[in-house]
């Protein structure tokens, strides 16, 4: 009799559709989110909904969810491309998009902030869009006080700032967080996209941070902002970025003051085992780690591979102003970084840093070895250092993008329809060059393992632009605008060489190689058709200028060598193919053509 009750009880239950069902001790006591908030069972963050959701209880001060004792984890990737430019959210002065969690202004710092724990999971949340028209703290989160994010990744992230009064002090804008304070901390998390303002205090990460400390993270993209803009963070007082990088381009609008690759001020901060690859412009105080610094710091360990810094004064390759108020130890800077058009020099103590070569900084035992570094090498628990390309970070949401292909896009978007001035630039000299109307030559330095995205074709089809990709093993791989079909279904194309020889037979290379000037193998492990023409070049040194180079691609199906055609080698030792698939490719120099 009883089950026969409880089973008619449950029934009636069910037929009830405004209540939805949960286990009976796995909910937030609001029905929200399934847990309970605590650290060893933390509210799940299933959807784009239950993330906004999160946002308007914290914004609210809805039972205490944004307290420093709450615990948030997602369970899923999230799209939030629902908050777009269409969504106002009830506002009504003019911002739309996402609306960050814990909106509390600079005066009320407590009131709304986000103080809890919010673990990505190693999740993806993509499609952040926000356009905020007078508003003080701009981001995923608005301000963090005493609260943690950790393991997150966004991507392809677009914040744009603006307001009536640029110069007003109360704002700071980033991917992550607007403002962070209070033993606050970002780990192991990953941004992508743009972060641009009419303010100061601009990041890739955070816009400001106070008592805090940004870790084991990464920005790619472009940050724009007044002044105090950083790769990582726009300014920082009393805290740390350690083990984390920044690549893409830091742009100073307007003022232009205070522009860092990593940082744009700092006081009381260290920084430590960091690199920035990114392209700083701005006015005056431009640094390739940090703009300008007050009292108490210490930059050690760092690496400024930024390939240009521009400004009017005080342009340095590691501090732009106030290097003698900081410890500085054991940093490098990219020997051929142009400041202004010029090279400098330095050492490991001053604001330019020691030289390093761009062969150096690909080799891995550079990153390894005690010695080139203040008392240890670079945590190889925490870094993937592997020959032919700058170390990444182990982190779960780093390994969610693929880093170099999203800087190609990003660069790609911005020369194309010429956003920027000066056009972003990766590793490499003369990384960005032939600049002319509607076209551009674009190298980019990848190392052997170079997957190409769609993204990359459906940019850059139709355009008067060229793409160069070094691999750093004596071919450069080309992808012209013009060479890809309209019709061409964007697809990723693995251009990536293996690491073993070529799988011909050892009698049939020589063969080939009997007589030549020189010989280069090309494995490659892709074998398919590319669906369009690839450039193949070939840098065989100006020794050789005026002979000819002959490329062969091997048949497995008879174990015979093609022959593809011969070029004589121009004035400066450099040749082109092109080519239609992957496969394994041999090029040889002779004095003579061959019949």
């Not at 739309?96 to 009320?108: D, L, R, V």
């Not at 490659?524 to 450039?535: A, E, L, R, S, T």
């Not at 174990?559 to 992957?582: A, P, R």
Request: proline share 3%; glycine share 12%; with cysteine.
């Amino acid at each position: 009799m009883i089950k026969k009750t409880l089973a008619i009880i449950l029934a009636l239950i069910l037929l009830i559709p405004s209540f939805p069902v949960y286990a009976e001790n796995n909910t937030s006591n609001d029905g929200y989110f399934e847990g309970k908030g605590t650290a060893a069972n933390p509210y799940l963050i299933q959807t784009a909904d239950q993330l906004a959701k999160l946002a308007e209880l914290v914004n609210n001060k809805v039972a205490s969810y944004g307290s420093v004792f709450k615990h948030f984890k997602l369970t899923n990737d999230i799209d939030l491309s629902s908050y777009d430019e269409s969504f106002t959210g009830g506002r009504t002065c003019g911002s739309t998009g996402w609306i960050p969690i814990g909106n509390g202004t600079w005066q009320s710092l407590y009131s709304n902030s986000f103080s809890g724990f919010f673990d990505g999971g190693g999740h993806t949340i993509s499609g952040l869009y926000i356009n905020a028209i007078d508003s003080e703290l701009t981001g995923l989160f608005g301000i963090l006080e005493k609260g943690r994010v950790q393991n997150l990744f966004l991507q392809d992230i677009t914040i744009n700032k603006t307001s009536a009064d640029p110069s007003n002090y109360f704002n700071a804008t980033g991917g992550i967080a607007g403002r962070i304070m209070n033993n606050s901390s970002i780990k192991n998390c990953g941004v992508t996209g743009t972060v641009s303002s009419d303010h100061d205090k601009t990041g890739g990460l955070v816009g400001l941070s106070s008592d805090s400390k940004i870790s084991n993270s990464f920005f790619i993209g472009l940050v724009e902002g007044n002044s105090q803009i950083g790769g990582i963070a726009g300014s920082m007082h009393d805290s740390v970025i350690q083990n984390s990088y920044a690549i893409g381009s830091v742009i100073g609008k307007n003022l232009g003051f205070a522009v860092g690759g990593l940082a744009g001020t700092i006081h009381f901060t260290e920084i430590i085992n960091s690199y920035a690859a990114n392209t700083v412009v701005g006015s005056w105080n431009i640094g390739g780690i940090v703009g300008g610094i007050g009292s108490g710091n210490k930059i050690h360990s760092n690496a400024a591979l930024n390939p240009i810094l521009t400004g009017r004064s005080n342009v340095e390759r590691i501090i732009g102003y106030g290097f003698k108020l900081s410890t500085r130890v054991s940093n490098w800077a990219y020997m051929d970084m142009m400041i202004n058009g010029n090279n400098v020099t330095g050492t490991k103590k001053d604001e330019n840093g020691l030289c390093v070569s761009a062969v150096l900084v690909y080799n891995p035992m550079f990153w390894k070895e005690a010695a080139n570094w203040d008392s240890t090498e670079w945590d190889e628990t925490v870094w993937e250092i592997k020959p032919g390309r700058l170390p990444v970070l182990k982190t779960s949401a780093n390994a969610a993008v693929p880093v170099w292909n999203e800087l190609y896009n990003i660069i790609l978007e911005n020369l194309i329809n010429n956003r920027l001035t000066t056009p972003l630039n990766t590793l490499g000299a003369n990384a960005v060059s032939n600049v002319t109307g509607n076209g551009f030559d674009l190298v980019v330095n990848l190392g052997r393992d170079i997957i190409v995205p769609p993204r990359i074709f459906t940019t850059l089809k139709g355009s008067y632009g060229t793409i160069m990709l070094r691999t750093g093993a004596g071919v450069t791989f080309s992808i012209s605008g013009g060479n890809i079909p309209a019709g061409f279904e964007a697809e990723k194309i693995d251009f990536s060489l293996r690491y073993d020889a070529l799988k011909a037979p050892a009698f049939k290379i020589s063969e080939i190689t009997k007589g030549s000037l020189l010989f280069i193998g090309v494995p490659m492990v892709n074998n398919q058709n590319f669906g369009m023409i690839i450039g193949q070049h070939f840098n065989v040194g100006k020794s050789n200028a005026g002979n000819y180079a002959n490329l062969f691609r091997f048949n497995e199906s008879n174990d015979e060598f093609e022959f593809i055609g011969s070029h004589l080698i121009n004035e400066k030792g450099q040749v082109m193919f092109g080519i239609y698939s992957g496969g394994d490719y041999l090029l040889t120099v002779t004095n003579m053509k061959p019949n």
